[in-house]
Structures are given as structure tokens and as C-alpha cells.
């Protein structure tokens, strides 16, 4: 049906910056909403950035609000994570998620399993 494949991870220093790159392929027409979580060592999934078609609507966690920014090529189905000001903290294993269910608006954005599609994820690393 619809496979994501995440890009652009990499290793960098604190107070760097990553862009990640997910494109969607397969039966990806309609697709709503796409996001980032992330998952550490040791910790739970926890979700990053959502983002809806249109790109009229953004969703953020706390944790990175004002250093991380979600945008959407709708043409390409392709979704990006600009990271700025990256910290120790920020190093996982960054997941991009996709759903066709277009109430997926605002804070719904960040509930994991309101989402059908996953990619294999990609792994930032951030060194201090």
C-alpha cells in the first residue's frame, strides 16, 4: 500500500543543524497527515512534528518547538524536518508516520496510533 522511507540523518554537534527527508510511495494519494516521532535508547516513542496535506496545519512537541520545523511538498508526498540548534538530547532514531484520516488536526496529530504508516526510521546522533 504505502511505504515511507525516511532520509538524512546523520552525526553532528551540539548547535548543528539536520534536515530529514521522508518520501511516500505506493498507494500515497490519500494520505492526510504526516509526522516525525523519535525514539532513544531506553525510552518510548514520543512524537516530534505533524503535519497535515495542504501544509495549513503544524503540530509541535514542546521539546522542540522553535528549533524544529515541519514542512510538506504535497506534490512529491514528500515531508521535512528542518532541526536547528540540535542538543545531546535530540539524538534517536527519527520515524516518519502517515495517515489518510483527515481529522487528524492540531494535538491529534501527536497520537501515535492514529497512525497506519511507518517508515524504518533514520538515526541522529548529536555529540557534545
Known amino acids: 500500500q504505502v511505504q515511507l522511507v525516511e532520509s538524512g540523518g546523520g552525526l553532528v554537534q551540539a548547535g548543528g543543524s539536520l534536515r530529514l527527508s521522508c518520501a511516500a510511495s505506493?498507494?500515497?494519494?490519500?494520505?492526510?497527515?504526516m509526522a516525525w516521532f523519535r525514539q532513544a535508547p531506553g525510552k518510548e516513542r514520543e512524537f516530534v512534528a505533524g503535519?497535515?496535506?495542504?501544509?495549513?496545519?503544524?503540530y509541535y512537541a514542546d521539546s522542540v518547538k522553535g528549533r524544529f520545523t515541519i514542512s510538506r511538498d504535497s506534490a512529491k508526498t514528500t515531508v521535512y524536518l528542518q532541526m536547528n540548534s540540535l542538543v545531546p538530547e535530540d539524538t534517536a532514531v527519527y520515524y516518519c508516520?502517515?495517515?489518510?484520516?483527515?481529522?487528524?488536526?492540531?494535538?491529534?496529530?501527536?497520537?501515535?496510533?492514529?497512525?497506519?504508516?511507518w517508515g524504518q526510521g533514520t538515526q541522529v546522533t548529536v555529540s557534545s
Open positions: 503535519i497535515n496535506w495542504s501544509g495549513t496545519s503544524t
Open positions: 505506493g498507494r500515497s494519494v490519500g494520505l492526510y497527515v
Open positions: 508516520a502517515a495517515d489518510g484520516n483527515p481529522g487528524l488536526v492540531g494535538q491529534a496529530m501527536g497520537v501515535s496510533w492514529r497512525y497506519d504508516y
